[in-house]
């Protein structure tokens, strides 16, 4: 299995991302999928999950900004960032928890 991460990039505290992690491989469908993110000088943290029912969860941080989604015909996990921040800045990793994990993409927001 393979995972492949995209939508990174910069933007403008208050502005937008939707990040985009496709995976190869036939396993998608059956597997909860997650977004983390490290930030610099921190520790890889959780940010959302999903479950292969659809049932999802947060970090406290992003509730309320962040939405996570899947398309299992696509086998495509989504997570549409709303009102960044600047502490939202890091390198945003997708996986199917806890053995799968893509390459990351750097999300950038400037103040």
């Known amino acids: 299995v393979q995972l492949q991460a995209s939508g990174g990039g910069l933007v403008q505290a208050g502005g937008s991302l939707r990040l985009s992690c496709a995976a190869s491989g036939n396993i998608f469908s059956r597997n909860a999928a997650a977004w983390y993110r490290q930030s610099p000088g921190k520790q890889r943290e959780p940010v959302a999950v999903?479950?292969?029912?659809?049932?999802?969860n947060y970090a406290d941080s992003v509730k309320g900004r962040f939405t996570i989604s899947r398309d299992n015909a696509k086998s495509t996990v989504y997570l549409q960032m709303n009102s960044l921040k600047p502490e939202d800045t890091g390198v945003y990793y997708c996986?199917?928890?806890?053995?799968?994990w893509g390459q990351g993409t750097l999300v950038t927001v400037s103040s």
């Open positions: 996986s199917l928890p806890p053995i799968y």
């Open positions: 999903i479950t292969s029912g659809g049932s999802t």
